[in-house]
């Protein structure tokens, strides 16, 4: 009896476990803009040629490299970096390149700042030429529809392997 109570006991905890770890691999982005969402541009050619993919909605994540408000919305500027599986930026110094974020209304740069992470769901506009530092530099230009803000202190995931090259 003791033997099949220590059994169950094991299998309670592993399918517990199993069960906490549902819900923290949802996307970021709702399943609703997902489906609008064009999987079959890549990314390099998105930021090489913006005007091609007009209209398209498209994911992407960085880092914020600044933010301001005006008449027209919150402009975010942003760092691009690679996805995982839940829409949340890697934290890694690989780049295709730059992204220029309007969202429709007030965010508060504060909280909207440089360093934190960022996912936007959103359409591409094309390009917008603008100074950065001693250059004119031409960003991807996208209109928002959903942004998700990583949160202060919240790890990105946590990466473990069964075999060889396997993560969850």
Request: charged fraction near 25%.
């Amino acid at each position: 009896m003791r033997f099949r109570y220590n059994k169950l006991m094991k299998l309670f905890i592993i399918v517990s476990i199993l069960l906490s770890l549902v819900p923290g691999c949802a996307h970021v982005v709702s399943d609703d803009l997902r489906r609008q969402v064009n999987e079959g541009i890549p990314v390099a050619s998105l930021f090489e040629n913006p005007e091609d993919y007009k209209g398209e909605i498209v994911v992407l994540g960085g880092a914020i490299a600044g933010s301001r408000n005006t008449n027209e919305g919150t402009y975010i500027e942003v760092v691009e970096k690679e996805l995982d599986y839940q829409g949340r930026p890697k934290y890694s110094d690989e780049t295709h390149g730059r992204f220029i974020v309007l969202h429709d209304g007030f965010l508060d740069t504060a909280i909207f700042s440089t360093g934190r992470y960022i996912t936007v769901a959103g359409e591409v506009i094309g390009k917008r030429i603008q100074p950065l530092g001693e250059i004119n530099y031409s960003y991807l230009f996208i209109k928002s529809r959903e942004l998700y803000l990583v949160q202060p202190g919240e790890r990105f995931p946590v990466q473990f392997g069964i075999g060889i090259w396997h993560t969850f």
